[in-house]
C-alpha cells in the first residue's frame, strides 16, 4: 500500500501563497488528486493530475488560482495556491485514485488513499 504524506500547510495572509507536497511512499501509476475539509463541512474536491501529467481538473473555486503538478521520478504532487482567501481554509488532503485520468478522478469515491492532511489558515 502506497503512503503519502503531505507537507507545505500553514498561516498566510489573504493574498498570500502556499505550495503544498505530497511525496509517496512508491511509485503512483494512477491520478493524484487533492481534496480539502473545513470544520464542518464535507470533504471536497480541489484539483487532479492526470497519471502523465498531461491533463488537469480543477474546482471552480480554485481555477485560476491554483495549479497542480507532479514529479514522477520523485513521486511527489504539488499544490501551487496563489491569491489565497480566507475561505481556502481548511485541512488539505492528497489521494490517488483508482483511475489513471483526470476527467475521471473528480469524485471521493474514485481515490484509494489518503494522506493525513495538512492545515491550510488563511488569515483576513
Known amino acids: 500500500q502506497v503512503q503519502l504524506v503531505e507537507s507545505g500547510g500553514g498561516l498566510v495572509q489573504t493574498g498570500g501563497s502556499l505550495r503544498l507536497s505530497c511525496v509517496a511512499s512508491?511509485?503512483?501509476?494512477?491520478?493524484m488528486g487533492w481534496f480539502r475539509q473545513a470544520p464542518g463541512s464535507e470533504r471536497e474536491f480541489v484539483a487532479v493530475i492526470s497519471r502523465s501529467g498531461d491533463s488537469t481538473v480543477y474546482a471552480d473555486s480554485v481555477k485560476g488560482r491554483f495549479t497542480i503538478s507532479r514529479d514522477n521520478a520523485e513521486n511527489t504532487v504539488f499544490l501551487q495556491m496563489n491569491s489565497l482567501k480566507p475561505e481556502d481554509t481548511a485541512l488539505y488532503y492528497c489521494?490517488?485514485?483508482?483511475?489513471?485520468?483526470?476527467?475521471?478522478?473528480?469524485?471521493?469515491?474514485?481515490?484509494?488513499?489518503w494522506g493525513q492532511g495538512t492545515q491550510v489558515t488563511v488569515s483576513s
Open positions: 512508491g511509485r503512483t501509476f494512477t491520478a
Open positions: 489521494a490517488r485514485s483508482r483511475y489513471s485520468s483526470a476527467s475521471a478522478s473528480t469524485s471521493i469515491n474514485d481515490y484509494v488513499s
